[in-house]
């Protein structure tokens, strides 16, 4: 096992996340098809095809945590949230408009966060959250959750995230938590 001051955090803008997509396809479809996601092939490949469309956003953020070998062991990525976003809209019981009001600048959006086993509880997630954020300037980071990945809602919970509701994020999802971070 590696020693977390082996692995190394790096924040990437959306071409560099472009040149790394294999490196965030390995760690997204072997995080993925553990339970309670159990995602098949089929989604892992829709969730590329979207990162594809996602990383030409020019506000796109990600960062990649590796080995000192290259080995990839997380990764997290998402943009802020534009002004006419459907993320609101999903939610069973609809928010007040100041928490739902976005200008492009307001909330960043966790699109995917993932860290492979063998290096979790490590401190590793933690780092790559710290990497995404800290060359945004968002007021708060808002994520979806699914209620029975116990270990991912007690990292969020640990970092200062709060339940502010539950959605269908996509046609056919399951429900979620709706998580948000104020950062300042």
Do not use: C
């Amino acid at each position: 096992m590696t020693v977390p001051e082996a692995i190394t955090v790096a924040p990437l803008d959306g071409p560099a996340a472009a040149r790394s997509e294999p490196a965030f396809r390995l760690v997204y479809a072997e995080v993925f098809a553990e339970e309670p996601y159990e995602e098949s092939p089929e989604s892992v490949a829709a969730t590329f095809r979207r990162f594809r469309s996602q990383v030409r956003k020019s506000t796109f953020r990600a960062a990649l945590a590796q080995t000192a070998g290259g080995e990839p062991v997380g990764v997290a990525y998402g943009y802020p949230l534009s002004p006419t976003t459907g993320w609101w809209n999903r939610l069973i019981t609809p928010a007040p408009a100041d928490l739902r009001r976005e200008d492009g600048q307001r909330t960043f959006g966790l699109m995917e966060f993932a860290v492979r086993a063998p290096w979790r509880r490590l401190g590793i997630g933690r780092r790559l959250h710290e990497a995404l954020l800290v060359e945004g300037n968002e007021e708060r980071v808002i994520l979806n959750a699914l209620p029975d990945a116990r270990a991912a809602q007690t990292a969020y919970r640990s970092w200062g995230y709060r339940k502010v509701g539950e959605a269908h994020p996509w046609e056919g999802a399951a429900l979620h938590d709706v998580m948000v971070l104020q950062l300042r």
